[in-house]
């Protein structure tokens, strides 16, 4: 099990965002460049986490981007459940389905560990991933000065 890669890039957008100096905005272009991410899949992750009011976006010369209250406080869970879906984790359903759907219990049992994966990042939230600057303060991300 992989996150796509849509998931990881908006994951990146808003810890990069989080670790934000006081009235600080970042272009998406330049967020792109620190956390090392093609600049179309910056611009998607952009759009749709400010349609989900996580992130701000303020247009004009001087205009940027940054984190709001509620992205600050969104879990992970939040981030990650729907561009990760709820489809098969296995193919049951594929052309041709799978024989053994009808009575398979392997798959509830995925089902359930997806489940789980998610309830378990539902307990992450996004400031608690940067909240120790040691470890995670802006000098890790590289063309921040
Ligand atoms: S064996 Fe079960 S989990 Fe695997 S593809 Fe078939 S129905 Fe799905």
Known sequence: MRLTAFTDVSLRLVMRLAV????ELLTTRAVAEMTSVPYTHMAKAVARLS??????????????LRLSERGRRASVGSIVREPEGGGDLAGCEDDPPCPLRAACRLRGALHRAREAFH?????VSVESLVA????FGPDLWQ???
């Open 20 to 23: 934000a100096g006081e009235g």
């Open 132 to 135: 120790s600057e040691e470890v």
């Open 143 to 145: 063309g921040t000065d």
């Open 51 to 64: 349609d989900l009011g996580l992130v701000e976006a303020r247009r004009g010369r001087g205009g940027g």
């Open 119 to 123: 309830a378990s990042l539902d307990e």
